[in-house]
């Protein structure tokens, strides 16, 4: 009986109404530079973008987010995650060009961030980590 008023049920369907299409994919936001394109690759390249204050502000805003966990504030390598058990990270490099490869690759077990900032932020960031290294000597 039970079968029957499924088969009648299903019967009296006519099938699924159509899902809506999706919204247009949202326009990228100023300044973005698809990956692999010669932009992107000239965007990355040194010198990076003219160093002053509103750039190492985001540079500093960007560490605060992503690097201090590990790095510590002061980029010396003692960062909370170091407090609850992770092995001692080596202090940041002062050098920009080491800290864009740390930044875009897997360096000794750092996690790459090259999917999480834009090429500007990447040269924001190394160019705070040189400050603050210049600051710490």
């Not at 099938?15 to 965007?43: D, H, I, M, T, Y």
């Not at 510590?72 to 058990?85: E, L, N």
């Not at 961030?113 to 710490?136: I, T």
Request: aromatic share 4%.
């Amino acid at each position: 009986m039970k079968r029957l008023l499924l088969l009648l049920l299903l019967a009296g369907c006519d099938g699924w109404p159509e899902s809506p299409k999706p919204p247009a994919p949202a326009p990228p936001p100023e300044g973005a530079v698809a990956r692999g394109s010669g932009a992107r690759l000239r965007a990355l390249a040194p010198p990076g973008p003219t160093v002053d204050s509103a750039l190492l502000a985001e540079g500093a805003e960007r560490y605060a987010i992503f690097c201090t966990p590990c790095h510590g504030a002061r980029g010396t390598g003692d960062g909370v995650v170091v407090s609850r058990g992770h092995p001692p990270i080596a202090p940041l490099p002062a050098d920009a060009a080491r800290s864009m490869a740390a930044i875009a690759e897997n360096h000794l077990g750092a996690h790459p961030l090259a999917d999480r900032l834009d090429p500007r932020q990447r040269w924001a960031v190394a160019r705070y980590v040189e400050a603050l290294m210049r600051e710490g000597r």
